[in-house]
Structure formats: structure tokens, C-alpha cells
């Protein structure tokens, strides 16, 4: 079905945080008219876009990308990281370039040369230059392309690029039921890495052991009570050190002490994500393990740092390998479940809740399957 108008969920200000308060802060308009491509642009025709923690980090500005955006008054923002998408018109100067029908995925930000500030992608129609979009393989479905970037490039970027894992390698990772987690628990597999997960809640763990065929899932207690033994039972695993490395999206501190207290000699703890709004307190074995064993714990940014500072073609060979992979191996994105925008206030909410895949957001309640 073709409508002529165009829905989008709007941010009308910064959200105080980055909780169910960004629900107030966004609403859904519906512009009378498409939007025309001007010839260096594409026309696309929005399908599908996941709900990350950093939308709505950027909501509230604690991310970078909207943190100008509080003085504006009148200025609407667009959010949304990432989506898949068809073409439904070319500019001119893109002819031959792209047809009607491609898909392709989209990002707020080029994911090529510098990193720029842009706008989002919650739009059932979008105008926007050819270096925001990659076009998407055929054999790869909508779900694995809409989080590409986000789930897809960043784990194979931290497993691969950064702690430069290889097979026989052990990997730590906390909140191993997060879309990121699922997906590196069977992208390693595929590589004969062995991953490790942690998990907050006790019942998660027989469910990921299920849903990713992993066996090496712990119950990680948020206020540390059982960090012994999840060491143990780490150490039981990989042997005394014999963690090479450890990512933690959580920040709190618990989990970083744990993989300090396992990493081998020079083993890098990769800091991600920020789950955790509490302040993050190493324990002091953790601290005398990293001086003694030359441990690091650095960050990582997909948009911030990899993207500007990377090489073109080195980024075209990774993005290349990626789709390869997906390709080869059909790996999905879990899904939870899948909203219109004009739900996007239950879809943010389940979208924080606890949950077994992402939450995603469709323009039109009337196109759903
Ligand atoms: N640095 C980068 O370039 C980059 C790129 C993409 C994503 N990320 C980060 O990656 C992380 C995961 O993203 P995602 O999209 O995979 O998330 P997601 O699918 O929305 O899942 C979030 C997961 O985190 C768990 N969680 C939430 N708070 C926690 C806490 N305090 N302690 C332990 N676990 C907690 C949740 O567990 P429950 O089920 O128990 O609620 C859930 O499993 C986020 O921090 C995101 O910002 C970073």
C-alpha cells in the first residue's frame, strides 16, 4: 500500500534522561507531502529500525550527537541510529548509481570519511546523500541489515580489530542476552573463539543457553554478591588467567574486576556501553592485577573514534567481511517484538524492560506482516 504523506517521530527537546522521560519528549507528526529528492540525493522509503540504549542516550544529550539541540526551541530533531530501507527515487546525479527498489541501509552519520552530526532515521521517508547509505546483499534479510552497524560492525570491529581475537581464544563478555551479546556469542562460535557471557537476572541464563547453544552462561549479580563464584567458575573454564580478552558494556565495575582478576598478561577489559548509571569502583585485586599483569581497560565508539579514524579502504574490506559473514552464516538479530511509530511510546518502554531481542519500530501499522 503507497500512502501520500510521510509519519516521522519527532524530539521536540532534551529529554532529562535517558529513560522512559524521552517517551514525553517525542512525538509522531505527519507531514502532508512526500519529500523530493534534490539530485545528489536518494528518496528512501523507510522498513524497519531497531530501538538502541544510545537513541535514547542521544535523546537526552548525554550522547554527543544532540547536545546542541537544548537552545533550539523551534527546531525539531529527527532521532533514530540506524534502519533499512528501499529507494524509491534517484536524484539525478545518482543515475546508474542506484535504482528504484535497492535496499539499503541507513545511519544518522556517513559511515564513511569524518563523522558528522546528523540527523536521525525515524522516517517513514527520507531524502539524504549516497554516503549515508550501504546497499544491502540479497541474501541478507531486512532484520540482520537494519542493525548492521549497530550490532553487527561494532562486535566484529572490538572482537576482530581491536582485542584482535583468533581462534582457541577466550572471551568475557557481560550482558551476554543484549542483541550485541546474542550476536557475538554465534559470531565467535563461527570464528572458534569461546565466549563466556554474564547475565543479570538468574532466569536469563537457561534462556540464552537455549536461544545462542552456548553451555558458558553465569548469573552475574549486579551488587557483586557472587563475584567469587563467577570467577571460579571462569577460572574453571580458561584456566588461572587464561581470559585474552573481556568487553563490558555494563561500566559499573563489578564485571571490570571480575575480568581483571582473569585477563592474561597484557588483556584488555574493552569498554563499550554504559548499562549502568552507578559509578564504577574497581576492587583493589583488580587494581594490583592490572599493574602487575600490564592490563588495560580502554573504550571503544563505533561513531566517535572508529569511523573518523579509520581508512576508507580499510573500512570497505571490513564492512565487505561483515556482510560475508552474515551472508554465510544467515545470523539474525533477536527480536522481541515490533511497533508503528505510532506506538513508539510501548515500543520505548519494552524497548527498557527486560527482554529476549530487539524492539523494533515500522512507519505503518497497516504494512506489518
Ligand atoms: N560503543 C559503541 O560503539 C556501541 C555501539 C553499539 C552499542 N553499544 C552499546 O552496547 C550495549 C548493548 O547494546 P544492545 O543494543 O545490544 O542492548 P539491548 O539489546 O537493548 O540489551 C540491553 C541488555 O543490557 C542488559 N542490562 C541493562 N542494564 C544492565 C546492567 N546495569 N547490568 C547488566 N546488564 C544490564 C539488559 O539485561 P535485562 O534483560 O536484564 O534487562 C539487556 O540484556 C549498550 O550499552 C550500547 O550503548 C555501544
Not at 120 to 147: H, M, Q
Not at 236 to 244: I, N
Request: aromatic share 8%; charged share 20%.
Amino acid at each position: 500500500m503507497r500512502f501520500m504523506t510521510n509519519k516521522k517521530i519527532v524530539l521536540d527537546r532534551i529529554s532529562p534522561s535517558a529513560d522512559e522521560s524521552v517517551v514525553d519528549c517525542l512525538s509522531v507528526v505527519e507531514e502532508q507531502r512526500i519529500p523530493s529528492p534534490a539530485e545528489d540525493e536518494l528518496l528512501l522509503k523507510v522498513v524497519l529500525s531497531a530501538i538502541h540504549p544510545c537513541d535514547l542516550l542521544c535523546s537526552a544529550g548525554i550522547v554527543s550527537r544532540f547536545r546542541d539541540f537544548g537552545g533550539h526551541r523551534n527546531t525539531e530533531v529527527l532521532p533514530g541510529l540506524e534502519a533499512v530501507a528501499h529507494v524509491q527515487q534517484v536524484g539525478a546525479a545518482l543515475q546508474g548509481s542506484f535504482v528504484v527498489g535497492q535496499r539499503v541501509t541507513v545511519k544518522a552519520w556517513s559511515p564513511w570519511g569524518e563523522w558528522e552530526i546528523a540527523d536521525g532515521v525515524w522516517s517513514e521517508y527520507l531524502c539524504v546523500k549516497s554516503d549515508k547509505v550501504i546497499t544491502v546483499p540479497e541474501a541478507v534479510s531486512d532484520l540482520a541489515a537494519s542493525t548492521f552497524f549497530s550490532v553487527s560492525v561494532t562486535s566484529y570491529v572490538m572482537i576482530k580489530e581491536v582485542l584482535q581475537l583468533k581462534k582457541g581464544d577466550w572471551l568475557l563478555q557481560g550482558a551476554g542476552g543484549s542483541a550485541l551479546g546474542r550476536w557475538i556469542i554465534e559470531f565467535c562460535r563461527y570464528q572458534g573463539i569461546n565466549v563466556i557471557s554474564t547475565v543479570r537476572r538468574q532466569e536469563q541464563v537457561n534462556q540464552l543457553k537455549g536461544a545462542c547453544e552456548t553451555d558458558k552462561v553465569i548469573h552475574c549479580a549486579s551488587d557483586g554478591s557472587n563475584a567469587a563464584q563467577v570467577v571460579e567458575y571462569i577460572e574453571s573454564l580458561c584456566g588461572v588467567r587464561g581470559l585474552k580478552g573481556a568487553l563490558d558494556p555494563i561500566s559499573d565495575g563489578v564485571f571490570s574486576s571480575i575480568a581483571l582478576k582473569l585477563l592474561s598478561r597484557y588483556g584488555t577489559v574493552l569498554k563499550y556501553g554504559a548499562l549502568s548509571d552507578a559509578p564504577m569502583f574497581l576492587e583493589r585485586d583488580a587494581l594490583t592485577a592490572m599493574s602487575q599483569e600490564g592490563l588495560s581497560i580502554r573504550g571503544f565508539s563505533i561513531q566517535n573514534w572508529w569511523i573518523p579514524d579509520t581508512s576508507d579502504d580499510h573500512k570497505r574490506v571490513v564492512y565487505q567481511k561483515v556482510w560475508d559473514y552474515l551472508q554465510a552464516s544467515n545470523q539474525e538479530c533477536a527480536v522481541e517484538s515490533v511497533f508503528p511509530f505510532d506506538k513508539f511510546d510501548h515500543a520505548i518502554v519494552k524497548s527498557l524492560g527486560s527482554k529476549t531481542g530487539k524492539v523494533f519500530l515500522t512507519p505503518r501499522e497497516e504494512e506489518l506482516q
